[in-house]
C-alpha cells in the first residue's frame, strides 16, 4: 500500500492550502484516514482523522480553521487549511489504514509534504 500527499507550499499567515492523499493498493477504501504534522524539534501530532463513515475528529487546535474529507471511490484524503499561521508550520503525513490486496492489515504513512507559513 503506498501513499502519495501533495499539496503543501509556502503561504503567508491568514492563507489557506488544501492538502491531497492518495492510497493504492487498498482493497477497499480505507477504514480510517487522517493528516498528521511534525515541526521541527516537536513530536508528530494528530490533525485529523475521519472515518470510512465520514466521522471526524480534530484537536483543538485545528477545530473551526482546518476541514479533513474523504472520496472513498478515489481511495483520497483531503485537507482543507484556512486561517494558517506560524504555527501551523511541520511536515504533513497522511495515514491509512484498512486491508491490503492480500487481505492483510496495514496502517501505513505518506511521505510528508510541507507546509510554510511565513510572511
Known amino acids: 500500500v503506498q501513499l502519495q500527499a501533495s499539496g503543501g507550499g509556502l503561504v503567508q499567515p491568514g492563507g489557506s492550502l488544501r492538502l491531497s492523499c492518495a492510497v493504492s493498493g487498498s482493497l477497499f477504501s480505507p477504514n480510517f484516514m487522517g493528516w498528521y504534522r511534525q515541526a521541527p524539534g516537536k513530536q508528530r501530532e494528530l490533525v485529523a482523522t475521519i472515518t470510512s463513515g465520514g466521522v471526524t475528529n480534530y484537536p483543538d487546535s485545528a477545530k473551526g480553521r482546518f476541514t479533513i474529507s474523504r472520496d472513498n471511490a478515489k481511495n483520497t484524503v483531503y485537507l482543507q487549511m484556512n486561517s494558517l499561521n506560524v504555527e501551523d508550520t511541520a511536515v504533513y503525513y497522511c495515514?491509512?489504514?484498512?486491508?491490503?490486496?492480500?487481505?492483510?492489515?496495514?496502517?501505513?504513512w505518506g511521505q510528508g509534504t510541507l507546509v510554510t507559513v511565513s510572511s
Open positions: 495515514n491509512a489504514n484498512g486491508l491490503d490486496k492480500s487481505r492483510t492489515y496495514y496502517n501505513a
